[in-house]
């Protein structure tokens, strides 16, 4: 297994141009087998979430070429991807594919939407919490869908398709909001989702099936309205700048100091992250080409966050904004709200002499002067971005374990921070 090699210590310096977002390019990916029609999607990212997802819905069927480069383009520009769901092949999405990557247990709606069938294996991912999938099957009983587990297989069934109805979720899911939306664009009828999820990739999930002639309203907010459409077209969209990536390098800028200007990013899809930076003393300055991330000379300051579903402060940057406060002048406190067991990081981080103390869903964080390298494992993708953020502010070498979780999420991790100034370097397994 790959690992990387951290030396510390050094400011970061530069510009990163940032990538499309992961999160949103997996459910419109997923979109695809919603239409016989092709659908382009641009900026996508490089990673190994996105190619996986390219084998599951290649094995229903889902012809796909990836554009080849355009004169001019940039080694981080992202990739043109076009999706061809001309006929499902298959209903059956296997455990071997579907245990590895979570969303991909998305595609039982669109399969059940477009078929009417679908046997899908319950899902897999991050070591994160217990993660169920609840939520998702009884929004697709709203709207008529039969469900059935068994032997570790979800079966959907809606012979005569599927129903407009009212979904109300007892609290916010964004991959049940992803569901819902794609079930319901092909549903007959009306269907009302309450309490919807409002992250920024719901938006972009929405504006894309808009694109293909789906009748949605409200996206964004936490009521969305859905009148299904018999079918579905194809479609040209832009995947929208990815926020966790963003949040990321804004928190390793203001752990080592220095001056990054994060090309491409958009504020407004972190806004509450971005100001709980600047409560620690970085400054932050955006403009339409990005968001400038400075912190010099000063330290950091204690701030305490709870994580909150959008647009609070994002459970995907709790564990880089705890590497953050490792080094602060006092105590913070960081609570998580959405997972139950996210704070894999926790010892982790204590390798590099950060001081940690967990109660309940709660970390208080006591910070250093000096964090110092050591050897540290991956445990989760957003985990292990944290242990790299730590590193590059810690003295000495840090070697990190199980890079595979980087590689999930983060596109050119080690030329992007290397740009920068970083000294960052990939060791192949038999190194
Ligand atoms: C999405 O996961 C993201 N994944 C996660 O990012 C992110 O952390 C999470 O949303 C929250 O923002 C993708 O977009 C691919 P949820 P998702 O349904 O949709 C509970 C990353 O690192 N719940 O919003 O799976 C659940 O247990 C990943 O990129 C139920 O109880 O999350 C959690 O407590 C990690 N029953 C809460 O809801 C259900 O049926 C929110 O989960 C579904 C969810």
């Known amino acids: 297994m790959d690992r990387i090699r951290i030396e510390g210590g050094g400011e970061l310096r530069g510009v990163i141009p940032i990538s499309g977002a992961k999160n949103a390019a997996l459910p419109l990916m997923i979109a695809s087998l919603l239409t016989r029609e092709t659908l382009t999607l641009e900026n996508l990212p490089r990673l190994a979430d996105v190619r996986l997802l390219l084998r599951i819905l290649g094995n229903h069927g889902v012809d796909h070429t990836i554009a080849g480069k355009r004169p001019g383009e940039l080694a981080t520009s992202g990739q043109t991807l076009h999706l061809d769901a001309k006929n499902i092949v298959d209903t059956t999405a296997p455990y071997e594919l579907v245990s590895r990557m979570r969303a991909s247990f998305w595609v039982l709606a669109p399969l059940l939407a477009r078929a009417g069938v679908a046997k899908v294996s319950l899902p897999g991912g991050c070591a994160i919490g217990t993660r169920p999938v609840d939520l998702l099957l009884q929004a ?94 194809g479609a040209r969209h832009t ?120 109660e309940h869903d709660t970390a208080i964080v006591t910070g250093v002067k000096t964090l110092k390298g050591a050897p540290v494992m991956a445990t989760d993708l957003r985990a292990s971005v944290s242990l790299v953020i730590a590193a590059l502010a810690a003295e000495g070498e840090t ?26 370097e990939r060791l192949a397994a038999a190194e």
Do not use: W
């Open 399 to 424: 070697i990190v374990h199980r890079v595979y979780h980087l590689d999930r999420g983060f596109e050119q991790l080690e030329q992007k921070l290397g740009a920068c100034g970083a000294r960052v």
């Open 239 to 358: 995947v929208l700048p990815d926020r966790i990536e963003t949040g990321t390098y804004a928190m390793a800028v203001a752990m080592t100091g220095g001056d990054v200007f994060l090309q491409g990013a958009r504020p407004e899809l972190l806004q509450s992250a971005l100001d709980t930076l600047t409560r620690t003393g970085a400054q932050i300055v955006c403009d339409a080409g990005g968001i400038r991330v400075r912190r010099n000379g000063g330290g950091i300051a204690p701030v305490d966050v709870t994580t909150e579903p959008f647009p609070g402060f994002p459970t995907d940057l709790q564990a880089q904004f705890m590497a953050l406060t490792t080094r602060a002048n006092g105590v913070s406190r960081i609570t998580e709200t959405i997972f139950e067991n996210r704070f894999m990081h926790v010892q982790e981080l204590a390798r590099f002499g950060a001081k940690i103390h967990l």
């Open 140 to 233: 697709l009983e709203a709207l008529g869908a039969k469900i059935d587990i068994e032997a570790g297989y979800v079966l959907a069934s809606a012979p005569k398709g599927l129903v407009g109805g009212k979904i109300v979720f007892p609290k916010v899911t964004v991959g049940g909001t992803h569901v819902a939306l794609m079930a319901a664009a092909l549903a007959k009828g009306d269907t009302l989702i309450h309490n919807a999820a409002r992250e920024p990739e719901i938006v972009d999930l929405a504006d894309c099936l808009i694109k293909m002639g789906a009748k949605i309203k409200g996206a964004g907010s936490s009521t969305i309205e859905i009148t299904g459409v018999t079918s579905l077209g």
